[in-house]
C-alpha cells in the first residue's frame, strides 16, 4: 500500500526536479514502482519518510563503508563547519589528505583533490591525453567513469538502463576517441592497438568492474593492460573510485600488485559527502596547472568539510583495519543467498569481492558485459521489492553492486537471509 505521504512527496519533487530526482536510479525505473524518501539513517539503517527501517546493502552506493552517521565523521564534519565551510585557500587539512593517500596508495605521487568521481576521471583523461600529445582512449563495456561526454560510450551503472548505454546529446565528435573493448578480454585490446596504438592516450578500466553488478578481473588481465599500455608509451588509468579502499587500506592496484600511471578515487575517501581524487606519478601529474598547461580547477576541490569527513573515515579505516571481517561478512550473506538460491530451484550467479556483493539471474558466470546483459535482468525487480517489503534496500538497479559496512552485524545478516528466503518463496521459482 503506498503512503499518502509518499505520494505527496514524489509529487512534489516530480513538479520541481527533472523525475523527481537528482540521479536517475533515485527513481526507480530500473525496477519500477513508487521510490522511498529518507527520512535519516544510523548505522546499517535507512529510515524513510513513511515509517520503515529498513537494512541497506546500497549505502550510498559504496562510501559508507563505516555505516550512516559514524560518530567519528560526524564529529569532524560538526567541527570543521564550525570552523569555516569553505575558503577556497589551501588547508593543512587538504595536505594530510594528500599524504595519506600517497601513502596507502604508492603509486600516487602526487594528488589533485576534487569534489566528484567524475571529475577525477574526467581529469584523469585529459591530463593522459595532454601528457602523450595523444587523443584516443580505450575503455570497457559497462564500466562507467562518469558522466563526461567522452566516456558515456557502453557505459554501466544507471547508463545501462539506456537502450543503447550511451546518453542523447553527446555529438559524435566527443566520443569519436573513444575505443571499446569487452572487459576480461585481452584479444580486443590487442585488436584495437593494431589499428590505433599510436593514437593512444590512455586505456582506463576499473580494476574490478562494480557498475555492471560486479565482474572480477581474470588472473592476467589487469596486468596484460599494464605490459601494453607501457609498450606503446600509452597511460594506464585504474578507475578506483567504488574499488578503494573497499577491499584492502589502499586501492585493489595494492592487492594485486599493478601499478598504474594514474588513478581515480572518490567514495571512501569522503566518507558521504562530495569528494573526488586524482593521483599518479609525479611527471604527469605536474602536467596540471599551474605547474602544467593541462587545466583543472574548482572552488570546492579539497573543500574543508569533505576532506574532514575523509580523513576522519581513512584514519579509523587505517587504525582498526576491519577489512579481514568485513570480506568474512560478506562471504557469509552471500553463501547463504547461494543456498537459499539453490534450496528453491533459481539460477543465480552472486559474486563477491571483499564487501561487495551481485546478483545475476544466471547458471552461468559472469566474464563481461555481454554475459550481464544476457542474464535475465528482468527478474531483478520482482526480487528487489520482494526484499523491500521485508526491510531489506538493495540497490534499486540490477547493474548496481550491493556493500556491506562495518556496522552490518552477523545478526543483521541472518534476518536478510530470512527475508531472502521468504522473497525467493513469494516469486514462486520451480527447480529447472
Given amino acids: 500500500m503506498i503512503n499518502p505521504n509518499q505520494t505527496t512527496l514524489q509529487s512534489r519533487a516530480e513538479q520541481a526536479m527533472p523525475g523527481g530526482v537528482n540521479s536517475p536510479v533515485r527513481a526507480f525505473r530500473s525496477v519500477g514502482g513508487s521510490p522511498i524518501y529518507a527520512k535519516r539513517a544510523r548505522g546499517p539503517y535507512l529510515e524513510t ?149 599510436a593514437d593512444l592516450a590512455a586505456i582506463v578500466v576499473e580494476p574490478v568492474a562494480a557498475n555492471a553488478g560486479l565482474i572480477l578481473p581474470e588472473p592476467g588481465f589487469l596486468q596484460g593492460l599494464r605490459e601494453r599500455t607501457s609498450n606503446i608509451g600509452a597511460l594506464l588509468i585504474f578507475d578506483e573510485v567504488i574499488n578503494g579502499f573497499r577491499f584492502t587500506f589502499g586501492g585493489y592496484q595494492d592487492v594485486v600488485g599493478i601499478k598504474p600511471d594514474l588513478t581515480c578515487l572518490g567514495k571512501v575517501i569522503g566518507g558521504g559527502l562530495p569528494v573526488g581524487a586524482l593521483g599518479g606519478r609525479a611527471e604527469v601529474m605536474e602536467r596540471l596547472a599551474p605547474l602544467g598547461d593541462v587545466y583543472q580547477g574548482g572552488t570546492l576541490s579539497g573543500n ?57 539471474f544466471t547458471a552461468s558466470p559472469i566474464r563481461d558485459f555481454d554475459d550481464v546483459l544476457a542474464s535475465q535482468t528482468d527478474r531483478f525487480a520482482p526480487l528487489f521489492h520482494q526484499l523491500l517489503a521485508r526491510g531489506i534496500y538493495l540497490p534499486p538497479s540490477a547493474f548496481e553492486v550491493g556493500f556491506l559496512s562495518i556496522a552490518h552485524t552477523r545478526d543483521l545478516l541472518d534476518t536478510t537471509l530470512t527475508a531472502w528466503d521468504q522473497a525467493l518463496q513469494a516469486l514462486g521459482e520451480t527447480p529447472s
Fill in 49 to 197: 519518510t513513511d515509517g520503515r527501517k529498513l537494512i541497506d546493502y546500497c549505502m550510498s552506493f559504496g562510501p559508507l563503508i563505516l555505516g550512516h552517521a559514524h560518530p567519528s565523521m560526524t564529529e569532524a564534519v560538526q567541527q570543521a563547519v564550525l570552523r569555516g565551510s569553505s575558503y577556497a585557500v589551501t588547508t593543512e587539512a587538504e595536505i594530510e589528505m594528500a599524504e595519506l593517500l600517497k601513502q596507502a596508495i604508492p603509486s600516487m605521487e602526487r594528488v589533485r583533490m576534487m569534489s566528484s568521481g567524475t571529475e577525477a576521471c574526467m581529469t584523469g583523461i585529459r591530463v593522459a591525453r595532454g601528457f602523450t600529445g595523444r587523443a584516443k582512449i580505450l575503455k570497457f563495456s559497462g564500466c562507467y567513469h562518469g558522466h563526461a561526454d567522452c566516456m558515456l560510450v557502453k557505459a554501466g551503472s544507471g547508463v545501462a538502463g539506456i537502450a543503447a548505454a550511451s546518453s542523447a546529446g553527446v555529438p559524435e565528435g566527443c566520443t569519436a576517441d573513444t575505443l571499446v573493448a569487452r572487459y576480461n578480454h585481452l584479444e580486443d585490446v590487442d585488436a584495437l592497438l593494431a589499428e590505433h596504438a
Fill in 304 to 360: 574543508p568539510v569533505s576532506v574532514a569527513a575523509g580523513l576522519a573515515g581513512l584514519r579509523w579505516l587505517q587504525t582498526n583495519q576491519p577489512y579481514p571481517e568485513l570480506e568474512s561478512n560478506t562471504r557469509y550473506l552471500v553463501e547463504g543467498i547461494r543456498a537459499l538460491a539453490e534450496r528453491h530451484g533459481v539460477s543465480l550467479q552472486v559474486p563477491t569481492l571483499g564487501s561487495l556483493f551481485a546478483v545475476f
